[in-house]
Nanobody, 125 residues
Framework: QVQLVESGGGLVRAGGSLRLSCAAS????????MGWYRQAPGKQRELVAW???????KYADSGKGRFTISRDNAKNTVYLQMGSLKPEDTAVYYC???????????????????WGQGTQVTVSS
C-alpha cells in the first residue's frame, strides 16, 4: 500500500507565502513525474506545476514567477513553494504521481495517475 500525503496548507493573507509538501509513504521503488493540481469551488481541477524525475519543470501561467516546484527523490517528496499569493489561489491543492512503483509483500506494483487527499489553501484579501 502506498499513499501520497500532502501537508502545509492553511490560511494566509494576500501577498504571503506557503510551502506545500507531498510525501509518498510505503516502500517506494520509483516515481516518475509528480505534480501539483488545484481545484477551487465550482471549478475544474487544473494543473499548477509539474516536475519530472530528472528535475524538468512545467508551470501553469497562473503560477509562473510566483510558484516553484521541487522534489527530493531520496525522500520521495515533492514541494510547492508559493509566494505572492492571491485570493484567486484559494483552492484544494492535490499532489499527483503519474507512475509510482512500490514493493509490498516482496512483489512490485505500479500505480498510475495516483492522487493524494488534498490540502486546503485559503488566501484572504
Amino acid at each position: 500500500q502506498v499513499q501520497l500525503v500532502e501537508s502545509g496548507g492553511g490560511l494566509v493573507r494576500a501577498g504571503g507565502s506557503l510551502r506545500l509538501s507531498c510525501a509518498a509513504s510505503g516502500v517506494i521503488f520509483s516515481i516518475n513525474a509528480m505534480g501539483w493540481y488545484r481545484q477551487a469551488p465550482g471549478k475544474q481541477r487544473e494543473l499548477v506545476a509539474w516536475i519530472t524525475s530528472g528535475g524538468s519543470t512545467k508551470y501553469a501561467d497562473s503560477g509562473k514567477g510566483r510558484f516553484t516546484i521541487s522534489r527530493d527523490n531520496a525522500k520521495n517528496t515533492v514541494y510547492l513553494q508559493m509566494g505572492s499569493l492571491k485570493p484567486e489561489d484559494t483552492a484544494v491543492y492535490y499532489c499527483n504521481a503519474d507512475r509510482m512503483t512500490y514493493v509490498s509483500g516482496g512483489n512490485y506494483y505500479t500505480e498510475y495517475d495516483y492522487w493524494g487527499q488534498g490540502t486546503q489553501v485559503t488566501v484572504s484579501s
